[in-house]
């Protein structure tokens, strides 16, 4: 198994750019598909972006274009990339991992299949 610890969260006003990071420790030796969620009060928790084992990206459509997912296999971090954040962004952002080689299809809805995940960190807009 893997243990993940997220960072960078903050507050900015609208317009403005955040970068997280997810430091993973734990199983090296096995595949895993990676993704940042989301979720804010009183809604589901929901995918944001995901990257398999061999690079391939997949996002959310309320996300794409603005936010950027990337892994640093020898340093063993996701990073996730926000820029033109809007209000509606706000959440507690979370990195999660599934061991397995292809990620799930379905980016928004694939929360209840990761079984690995951090403690959050919280993301803040303001209008």
């Known amino acids: 198994q893997v243990q993940l610890v997220e960072s960078g969260g903050g507050s900015v006003q609208a317009g403005g750019s955040l970068r997280l990071s997810c430091a993973v420790s734990g199983d090296s030796s096995s595949r895993y598909c990676m993704g940042w969620f989301r979720q804010a009060p009183g809604k589901k928790r929901e995918g944001v972006a995901l990257?398999?084992?061999?690079?391939?990206?997949s996002y959310a459509e309320a996300v794409e274009g603005r936010f950027t997912i990337s892994k640093d296999t020898s340093k063993r971090t996701l990073d996730l990339q926000m820029i033109s954040l809007r209000p509606e962004d706000t959440a507690r952002y979370y990195c999660?991992?599934?061991?397995?080689?292809?990620?799930?299809?379905?980016?928004?809805?694939?929360?209840?299949?990761?079984?690995?995940w951090g403690q959050g960190t919280q993301v803040t807009v303001s209008s």
């Open positions: 999660a991992a599934e061991r397995a080689r292809l990620c799930p299809p379905e980016v928004v809805t694939a929360a209840t299949i990761f079984p690995y």
């Open positions: 990257i398999d084992s061999e690079g391939r990206i």
